[in-house]
């Protein structure tokens, strides 16, 4: 194949050096142990996304972004504009409306935008098209998919679940599809109780943190099969991290003190026995794993509450021993203890989502998702203690990038009822996300935290396969049960094999063994962009290709090529463009649309989404 441009790809940020970690204080954990299990906190950590997105905008193809009228839509303009006014800080100006259908597009279903969605929206004259764009889009089957698909990763919803990874996806998708307010989400998973976590959705979350026992019974103690207090544990660590944006893993092992001191000063003040009345409302869970016909049933457990407690002093298999202490629940955050005659999870169900921790972790969490980078970062690892402008210990900077914005975005989701389309609306209509990714002068880094640009990211590896399926028009194929499926981020996990697997794990995906990670570029990458049957096979003008459908349909080539560029990069060809374009089809219309095709996929404007 002839190629018809040089593939672009920026890789990762570059990193900087941090000081040298300190030493660590013996206690329980040998300082060996204690750097190796610490130390991917301690490590140099990547600049922020304005360098990124400074390279990669430079290799974009200008769009004309529009003028920069600045009223503020909501209290989000207020706070981010004004900052910037305050501290003289440039920034970008308004995104053109292909840019930005683009983007929103992209952003909140995980498909890029057909031709003929924007060539509709740019011709419309509607001073309010681009908040009923995101109306529309939140309307849509394909928001439910990408946003389910999310929270599978966040839950690493896999093969320890069973069959319930599918039920599991189905709950999710629902409670997206009737826009179910996120604190009654919260809950169901904290306290579900089922005799089959395959046949009651939320038990799977449980089911999927359960600690390996003995590989089977002994003498019918089926319970030894699940290391029960572990488990506890595990459930205890997800619900901070996730709900609450709180890094216990920690001091599930030993105080704060003398560890944490420089990398989270609330946790440095923490105890282990506060982790282990945490992770006592869950004492009373039992986990027992299906035992048939003399194996155990992957991925099936019965979850109820007719155990006796948490044990301070029981084995761990994971962690250092445990050295005894109070035993009785406390939340965390407040000290709180269950109400008498109550069930502790149901307890810490409620405890845990009214508090504003749970609010902020969440408006954090997805303002990271549309915005490239969080209030607070990393957005799953608050320090409690820096949150406040008129309190912060000395030697440390605050926070969060805009505290007030934080807990403004907060009190308005609880005054939205917990609901996430609120949320999302509330973000995705204000100035501030419409910002163009190119910046007029010198770009500092420095101007990352006032988010004054639009900070790009790179398709995750669903996305990139998705929209490389929607532009050639060659759809994959999946199972998602008995049924067939063409985009990935329908599904409820990784599938697939050969070139789509390869291809796919090389850009990224998540195998939900580990938490998700930020998306990193590889060598890789380009090559297969450039060399992949995923993408070579699929720009062929056979098998009823958009390739082969375009040119049956046009007989001009210039509106081949036009079609082409709108439908791949969401923009008109230039006339440079045009003209190579064209000029490569006169010498052989096939082969050139096929060229140009493969092209476009490879330019940067494709697999990054700005």
């Known amino acids: 194949m002839v190629r018809y441009t040089t593939a672009i790809l920026c890789t990762a940020a570059l990193f900087a050096a941090d000081k040298a970690p300190p030493k660590p204080r013996e206690e329980d954990l040998a300082p060996g142990k204690f750097a190796e299990i610490h130390g991917g906190l301690l490590t140099p950590k990547p600049k922020g996304p304005g360098e990124l997105t400074e390279q990669v905008a430079r290799a974009l193809t200008p769009a004309d972004p529009g003028k920069f009228q600045f009223k503020p839509k909501s209290f989000i303009d207020v706070r981010i504009?004004?900052?910037?006014?305050?501290?003289?800080?440039?920034?970008?100006?308004?995104?053109?409306?292909?840019?930005?259908?683009?983007?929103?597009?992209?952003?909140?279903?995980?498909?890029?935008?057909?031709?003929?969605?924007l060539r509709e929206f740019t011709a419309d004259t509607d001073?309010?098209?681009?908040?009923?764009?995101?109306?529309?889009?939140?309307?849509?089957?394909?928001?439910?998919?990408?946003?389910?698909?999310?929270?599978?990763?966040?839950?690493?919803?896999?093969?320890?679940?069973?069959?319930?990874?599918?039920?599991?996806?189905?709950?999710?998708?629902?409670?997206?599809?009737?826009?179910?307010?996120?604190?009654?989400?919260?809950?169901?998973?904290?306290?579900?109780?089922?005799?089959?976590?395959?046949?009651?959705?939320a038990s799977s979350v449980i089911a999927r943190e359960h600690v390996q026992g003995k590989p089977q019974p002994d003498d019918g103690k089926d319970l030894?099969?699940?290391?029960?207090?572990?488990?506890?544990?595990?459930?205890?660590?997800?619900?901070?991290?996730?709900?609450?944006?709180?890094?216990?893993?920690?001091?599930?092992?030993?105080?704060?003190?003398?560890?944490?001191?420089?990398?989270?000063?609330?946790?440095?003040q923490r105890k282990r026995h506060e982790f282990y009345r945490m992770a006592s409302f869950m004492g009373n869970n039992r986990y027992l794993m299906y035992w048939e016909n003399?194996?155990?049933?992957?991925?099936?457990?019965?979850?109820?509450?007719?155990?006796?407690?948490?044990?301070?002093?029981?084995?761990?298999?994971?962690?250092?021993?445990?050295?005894?202490?109070?035993?009785?629940?406390?939340?965390?955050?407040?000290?709180?203890?269950?109400?008498?005659?109550?069930?502790?999870?149901?307890?810490?169900?409620?405890?845990?989502?009214?508090?504003?921790?749970?609010?902020?972790?969440?408006?954090?969490?997805?303002?990271?998702?549309?915005?490239?980078?969080?209030?607070?970062?990393?957005?799953?690892?608050?320090?409690?203690?820096?949150?406040?402008?008129n309190n912060i210990p000395k030697g440390w900077e605050l926070q969060p990038s805009h505290p007030e914005l934080l807990a403004e975005l907060a009190a308005d989701f609880r005054k939205g009822d917990y609901r996430l389309?609120?949320?999302?609306?509330?973000?995705?209509?204000?100035?501030?996300?419409?910002?163009?990714a190119r910046f007029d002068g010198e770009w500092k880094d420095s101007y990352s935290k006032y988010f004054a640009r639009k900070f790009v990211r790179m398709l995750s590896a669903e996305e990139l396969h998705d929209a490389i399926t929607t532009v050639t028009g060659r759809p994959a194929s999946f199972k998602l049960g008995d049924l067939q499926m063409n985009m990935?981020?329908?599904?409820?996990?990784?599938?697939?094999?050969?070139?789509?697997?390869?291809?796919?794990?090389?850009?990224?995906?998540?195998?939900?063994?580990?938490?998700?990670?930020?998306?990193?570029?590889?060598?890789?990458?380009?090559?297969?962009?450039?060399?992949?049957?995923?993408?070579?096979?699929?720009?062929l003008a056979k098998n009823d290709s958009a390739v082969q459908r375009l040119l049956d349909s046009y007989k001009d080539d210039g509106k081949v090529v036009e079609e082409m560029f709108v439908r791949t990069l969401s923009r008109q060809p230039s006339r440079k463009e045009a003209e190579v374009a064209i000029g490569e089809l006169a010498r052989n219309r096939v082969e050139g649309a096929q060229n140009l095709q493969w092209s476009l996929i490879n330019l940067t404007e494709f697999f990054f989404n700005y």
């Open 488 to 539: 990935a981020m329908q599904l409820s996990g990784p599938a697939g094999g050969g070139d789509v697997r390869y291809f796919m794990q090389t850009f990224g995906q998540s195998n939900r063994s580990n938490p998700p990670k930020p998306l990193q570029g590889s060598p890789l990458q380009p090559l297969l962009l450039m060399q992949s049957p995923v993408v070579n096979d699929r720009v």
């Open 127 to 201: 001073p309010g098209k681009r908040d009923k764009a995101i109306d529309r889009l939140l309307d849509t089957e394909a928001f439910v998919e990408k946003w389910a698909y999310f929270f599978m990763d966040t839950f690493r919803a896999n093969g320890k679940m069973g069959r319930g990874q599918n039920l599991f996806h189905y709950w999710m998708k629902e409670n997206l599809r009737v826009d179910r307010p996120y604190n009654e989400v919260a809950q169901d998973i904290i306290a579900s109780s089922a005799k089959s976590n395959h046949v009651a959705a």
């Open 294 to 389: 003399g194996k155990p049933q992957s991925g099936e457990f019965l979850i109820d509450d007719h155990a006796s407690g948490y044990d301070t002093k029981g084995k761990s298999m994971i962690r250092v021993p445990r050295y005894g202490g109070p035993s009785d629940p406390a939340f965390l955050l407040t000290g709180e203890k269950p109400r008498p005659g109550y069930e502790p999870r149901a307890e810490l169900g409620r405890m845990l989502t009214s508090h504003e921790q749970f609010s902020k972790a969440t408006v954090n969490m997805f303002w990271k998702q549309l915005m490239g980078q969080g209030i607070v970062e990393p957005f799953d690892e608050f320090d409690l203690a820096r949150q406040d402008p």
């Open 224 to 268: 030894e099969m699940v290391q029960q207090l572990d488990t506890h544990d595990e459930l205890g660590i997800l619900y901070a991290k996730i709900f609450l944006g709180l890094n216990t893993s920690c001091i599930g092992c030993h105080d704060g003190k003398g560890h944490l001191e420089k990398v989270n000063v609330w946790m440095s």
């Open 421 to 436: 389309k609120h949320l999302i609306k509330r973000i995705a209509k204000s100035n501030a996300y419409q910002l163009s």
């Open 81 to 117: 504009f004004g900052k910037m006014q305050q501290d003289r800080i440039p920034h970008s100006p308004l995104s053109s409306d292909a840019e930005f259908l683009r983007r929103v597009s992209l952003d909140l279903t995980g498909r890029i935008p057909s031709s003929t969605e």
